[in-house]
């Protein structure tokens, strides 16, 4: 099976700050990574889609780039509400999987 | 508009049996990738299960030979039969819809049901 690894684990930034998640696979998966955001209670909801397309709807202050193993995903200008979870998940693979997540905290 | 609701979780003790059903509107489930994926209280995501279209079915190893996932087309509702339960297998389980095409990332989840696995 494909692992994912995320970094960091957690962070704390302030309102305005760039942050930049890490998500690395144990093999090539090309560009087939996507980013879940998960706020308290709820269900995900996909930010990212194929490395880099930003699905409808979601700010433009969220990025991806990368490609094969190395995937960051960006949010350029931290907002309050962008406190939750943040997973990736290869979808290469018929056996999907998905990293461990990084909690993002507003300071 | 598509919804997603799961049903079928609650209290079962380890070695028993649980059968979660998810029922969709909006859209076919054969037609689709649908997703089973589970969350254990205060942890991460956890991909359990995929049926494509085409009727192939996968699994994370560690449900693979106890987990069973299915669909009902006349019901339209998605599946999973979950034998020889664990502690380890406690967690909120997902239903999840992948968007149609090439893209393969899940554009719909439903609310999840609890499953609890204790003595």
């Known amino acids: 099976d494909i692992e994912m690894t995320q970094s960091p684990s957690s962070l704390s930034a302030s309102a305005g700050d760039r942050v930049t998640i890490t998500c690395r696979a144990s093999?090539?998966?090309?560009?087939?990574l996507n980013w879940y955001q998960q706020k308290p209670g709820e269900a995900p909801n996909v930010l990212i889609y194929s490395t880099s397309s930003l699905q409808r709807g979601v700010p433009s202050r969220f990025s991806g780039s990368g490609s094969g193993t190395d995937f960051t995903l960006t949010i350029s200008s931290l907002r309050p509400e962008d406190s939750a979870i943040y997973y990736c998940?290869?979808?290469?693979?018929?056996?999907?999987?998905f990293g461990q997540g990084t909690k993002v905290e507003i300071k | 508009e598509v919804q997603l609701v799961e049903s079928g979780g609650g209290l079962i003790q380890p070695g028993g049996s649980l059968r979660l059903s998810c029922t969709a509107s909006g859209f076919t489930v054969s037609s689709n990738s649908m997703n089973w994926v589970r969350q254990a209280p205060g942890k991460g995501l956890e991909w359990v299960s995929i049926t494509y279209s085409g009727g192939s079915t996968y699994y994370a190893d560690p449900v693979k030979g106890r987990f069973t996932i299915s669909r009902d087309n006349s019901r339209n509702t998605l599946y999973l039969q979950m034998n020889s339960l664990r502690v380890e297998d406690t967690a909120l389980y997902y239903c999840?819809?992948?968007?149609?095409?090439?893209?393969?990332?899940?554009?719909?989840w439903g609310q999840g049901t609890l499953v609890t696995v204790s003595s």
């Open positions: 998940q290869q979808s290469y693979s018929v056996l999907r999987t």
């Open positions: 093999q090539n998966i090309f560009t087939h």
């Open positions: 999840a819809k992948e968007v149609r095409g090439n893209l393969y990332y899940i554009e719909y």
